[in-house]
Nanobody
Framework: QVQLVESGGGSVQSGGSHQLSCAASGATASNYCMAWFRQAPEKEREGVAYVGSSGDTRYADSVKGRFAISRDNPRNTLYLQMNSLKPEDTAMYYC??????????????????WGQGTQVTVSS
């Protein structure tokens, strides 16, 4: 059983930067695909950034060039660096994980472990 705990949410002004963290326990993170999803009020949950067990990264078009996902396997921690934030980035951000092979595309797997979420609010 994998437990995921996000941290780092908060309020930031438009154009600013912010970093989220996700601490994983109960498994070796390097064997898992991991991702960040977000959900804004009255909108569907969307995948934002993904990283495979090989280190392969994928991004939603809406954040490409602004967000960067990274993982620190020895620390079992996932990060999301968010730059040039926009009000439309306001959402609850969730960390997710799924055990996957090194060749798996991280944006094509069904994630089955989820954190409780952390709120990011971007003001204009």
């Amino acid at each position: 059983q994998v437990q995921l705990v996000e941290s780092g949410g908060g309020s930031v002004q438009s154009g600013g930067s912010h970093q989220l963290s996700c601490a994983a326990s109960g498994a070796t993170a390097s064997n898992y695909c991991m991702a960040w999803f977000r959900q804004a009020p009255e909108k569907e949950r969307e995948g934002v950034a993904y990283v495979g067990s090989s280190g392969d990264t994928r991004y939603a078009d809406s954040v490409k060039g602004r967000f960067a996902i990274s993982r620190d396997n020895p620390r079992n921690t996932l990060y999301l660096q968010m730059n040039s934030l926009k009000p439309e980035d306001t959402a609850m951000y969730y960390c997710a994980a799924r055990r996957c092979s090194w060749w798996a595309r991280p944006d094509a797997v069904q994630y089955d472990y989820w954190g409780q979420g952390t709120q990011v609010t971007v003001s204009s």
